[in-house]
C-alpha cells in the first residue's frame, strides 16, 4: 500500500555534512507526522527527530544544534540535514510517518526499510 523510501547514505568524514531524505509513495489521503530514527550497532533504537505537518518539531538532545528536520507536504518527503557529524551518528537511519489511509482515513504507521550512515573518526 504505502512505501517509505529513503534516500543512500553513506561514509562521511568527521565534522562533515549529509541530506537524508524520505518520500512517501502509494495509496493514501495524506500523511500526518514524519520522523527519523537511528539505531546503532547494539544499540536500541532512538527518535532523531520528528515533525508534524504544521512544521513542529522535536530532536534528540544529542543532536541539537547540529542536525535539522523539514518537510516538503507536496511532495510527501521529508529530510534530515546532519551537520558537524561525529563517529557516534554512526547508525541505521529509518524514517517513520503516520499515513492516513484513503478510505478509512485513519493513521496507519510505516517504517522505511533503513540506509546505513557510517561517519570516520
Known amino acids: 500500500q504505502v512505501q517509505l523510501v529513503e534516500s543512500e547514505g553513506g561514509l562521511v568524514q568527521y565534522g562533515g555534512s549529509l541530506r537524508l531524505s524520505c518520500a512517501a509513495s502509494?495509496?493514501?489521503?495524506?500523511?500526518?507526522?514524519m520522523a527519523w530514527y537511528r539505531q546503532a550497532s547494539g544499540k536500541q533504537r532512538e527518535l532523531v527527530a520528528h515533525?508534524?505537518?504544521?512544521?513542529?518539531?522535536n530532536y534528540a538532545d544529542s543532536v541539537k544544534g547540529r542536525f535539522s528536520i523539514s518537510r516538503d507536504n507536496a511532495k510527501n518527503t521529508v529530510y534530515l540535514q546532519m551537520n558537524s557529524l561525529k563517529p557516534e551518528d554512526t547508525a541505521v537511519y529509518y524514517c517513520n510517518a503516520d499515513v492516513r489511509d484513503s478510505h478509512y482515513r485513519v493513521g496507519i504507521n510505516y517504517w522505511g526499510k533503513g540506509t546505513l550512515v557510517t561517519v570516520s573518526s
Open positions: 502509494g495509496t493514501f489521503f495524506s500523511v500526518d507526522t
Open positions: 515533525i508534524t505537518t504544521a512544521g513542529s518539531t
